[in-house]
């Protein structure tokens, strides 16, 4: 299906997500930075004083790890470019966690075979693909189970949930805008799915 709106959209998506990178690398390079020379100051000084102010030292450093912490956990929520640094086993590992931190009680398992490495390309729209998967696995499924398994030339995802009819109209954007990205990057997808019986898709690098 062509449509110059959805590939607009798509374009306006990555001009956000080169913005939210230079986000990142400026909470994690100056801010992050700044707050952990802070911290060795503190230890400077921590040398000169009475026992109870070297504690009060302590507590603001303690603080301190923990506001460095949580910029760097911001800072890797928004670097979209996971996938191109350290690959894309690595960044849909990070996509599970995120899914198990939302705690919706599903059991998220992955199965990434040792040294897959898939062109850039692909691979990062491979893995906003599984983003939007395993949201709507989260989301609609219900399911008990839901696994994430890359090997080879294939990724899929698949869940034990309810299922559903793919050819069925919907209002959501979610699948619309994996097959947009799937095309654009010759990614093969294929929805395997019936009403009661769970739902795989598969995601083939283009030629295999
Ligand atoms: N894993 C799944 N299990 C059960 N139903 C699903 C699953 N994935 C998708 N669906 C069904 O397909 C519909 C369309 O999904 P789609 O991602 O396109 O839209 P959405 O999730 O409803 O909205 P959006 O993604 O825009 O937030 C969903 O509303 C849901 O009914
Ligand atoms: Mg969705």
């Known amino acids: 299906m062509e449509s110059p709106v959805v590939d607009r959209l798509l374009n306006l998506l990555s001009e956000t997500e080169a913005e939210q990178g230079k986000v990142a690398r400026m909470l994690h390079d100056d801010a ?17 004083l009475t026992a109870e102010q070297s504690e009060q030292i ?30 894309l086993g690595f960044a849909l590992e990070q996509l599970a966690c995120q899914g198990r931190e939302r705690g919706s009680g599903m059991m998220i ?65 979610g699948l619309l805008l994996c097959r947009h990205l799937a095309k654009r990057s010759r990614l093969g997808l294929a929805i395997q799915t019936k009403t009661g019986q769970g739902t795989i898709i598969k995601l083939t690098l283009h030629g295999s």
């Open 109 to 173: 398992q992955l199965h990434i075979a040792q040294g897959e490495r898939w062109p850039n390309e692909p691979a990062h729209a491979a893995y906003r693909i599984v983003g939007e998967l395993l949201d709507n696995a989260m989301r609609h499924s219900a399911a008990q189970r839901i696994e994430i398994r890359l090997q080879g030339s294939t990724l899929e995802v698949r869940d034990d949930g309810r299922g559903f009819d793919a050819e069925k109209k919907t209002t959501g954007l």
């Open 32 to 48: 992050g930075q700044v707050l952990s020379a802070i911290g060795l100051h503190l230890e400077v000084l921590r040398g000169g």
């Open 58 to 87: 302590v507590e603001i450093q303690q603080l301190l790890e923990t506001v460095i912490a949580r910029i760097r956990a911001v800072s890797r929520s928004l670097h979209v470019n996971l996938v191109e640094r350290a690959g």
